[in-house]
């Protein structure tokens, strides 16, 4: 039987998180022993009762726990404690709860995708689970215990030392509409609402400039549902005269149908087309996040598409895995604990998954 643990020192972290934080927000999940507003979704099971959540780490401490606003505080005890390093919610406090219902609509609902194996499960754009997600911080004294993202900053020298310089950096980012910010809560693709996190390619941007103290611009040619076979639709004049350092190119979530060989060709064909205006232009590949095994014909080869772009792997091309980290997370957790859409989207907390893996890459070994 899962034991109860009694309701904790609520001054067990420095300082309350009750609003975006570049710096809180870009700590790296896999360091320190504090964890700082993980998402988690709240839901009730078919009998009614509510589903233990298990969090990134087994917990030590719950420091807070707030809505996904982070406008209103829970209390330990009354609305929720903690049981065996997890989280539970008190079927008699203030935290709303999803119902199964509702995560699980009727086929025929105008939010329902398929579900694997028969049924319906809830997608819904914009802001939506944010609104139905909590935050928690909370200390843990286990390990990540699985694959860290490398210090790369050897693999793109040029763009590291004009950094040090502090030179004006330019950057060109391409990809899908994870690279377009969705579902940040900060952007019109998460809802525009507290508490405003930004995209992660801007989180990543700012602490640049923060630790090196340069300037730094970029351009983003990015659009939603696009796959990497766009660069052979994509038009020439996009890559004439592209003034940058450093191009990112994030394809791959899109890609279900994509057999590795052409997802290798396709973003090799994009490299060379940027490289032939820009010979000494440096890259970052991303590989995705995972899309979710529920919802059907979603998730297929996106797993693999990390080993495509570490064969690119060398000098002036630096990979942001982004899919191990998710991969770790999902051994604990939930996908709805981490999602804008519950397809293949997002929410702020893997959009800092994103920024921290990406930050990753600039540091040195």
Not at 88 to 100: A, E, F, K
Not at 147 to 159: G, H, M, N, V
Not at 288 to 295: I, S, T, V, W
Request: net charge neutral; glycine share 8%.
């Amino acid at each position: 039987m899962c034991r109860r643990i009694a309701m904790q020192d609520k001054k067990c972290c420095e300082e309350e998180s009750s609003s975006y934080n570049l710096d809180r927000y870009m700590i790296p999940i896999w360091q320190g022993n504090t964890v700082y507003n993980e998402s988690v979704l709240p839901l009730k099971g078919k009998d009614g009762s509510i589903t233990v959540l298990e969090l990134a780490y087994v917990a030590d401490r719950i420091c807070e726990v707030r809505s996904s606003d982070l406008s209103v505080l829970y209390e330990e005890g009354r609305d929720y404690w903690l049981m065996d390093g997890k989280l539970c919610i008190s079927p008699d406090g203030r935290i709303p709860v999803m119902t199964c219902t509702e995560y699980y609509p009727d086929i025929k609902n105008e939010n329902a995708k398929n579900r694997t194996g028969g049924g319906g499960i809830l997608f819904i754009e914009g802001g939506f689970f944010h609104t139905k997600q909590l935050s928690v911080t909370y200390t843990h004294s286990d390990v990540w215990g699985d694959k860290i993202p490398e210090a790369q900053a050897d693999l793109i020298p040029k763009t590291v030392q004009k950094l040090k310089n502090k030179e004006k950096v330019r950057m060109a980012f391409f990809g899908d509409s994870i690279y377009t910010g969705c579902n940040a809560s900060g952007t019109p693709f998460g809802g525009d609402q507290p508490p405003f996190m930004p995209s992660w390619f801007d989180m990543v941007t700012e602490k640049l400039k923060k630790i090196y103290g340069g300037e730094i611009e970029y351009v983003n040619h990015s659009r939603g549902g696009r796959k990497s076979f766009w660069v052979n639709e994509a038009p020439d004049e996009l890559f004439e005269g592209l003034a940058a350092d450093i191009a990112w190119i994030g394809y791959g979530m899109n890609d279900r149908e994509t057999s590795l060989d052409e997802y290798s060709e396709n973003i090799k064909k994009m490299m060379q087309k940027i490289r032939r205006r820009n010979p000494d232009i440096e890259f970052i590949l991303t590989s995705p996040m995972l899309a979710n095994k529920e919802a059907d014909g979603y998730y297929r080869l996106q797993y693999r598409f990390i080993e495509v772009l570490n064969g690119f792997k060398g000098n002036g091309v630096a990979v942001m895995d982004v899919t191990s980290v998710h991969t770790r997370l999902l051994k604990r957790k939930a996908y709805r604990d981490m999602t804008g859409n519950n397809i293949n989207h997002p929410n702020d907390f893997l959009c800092r998954m994103y920024a921290q893996t990406a930050l990753q890459c600039f540091m040195e070994k």
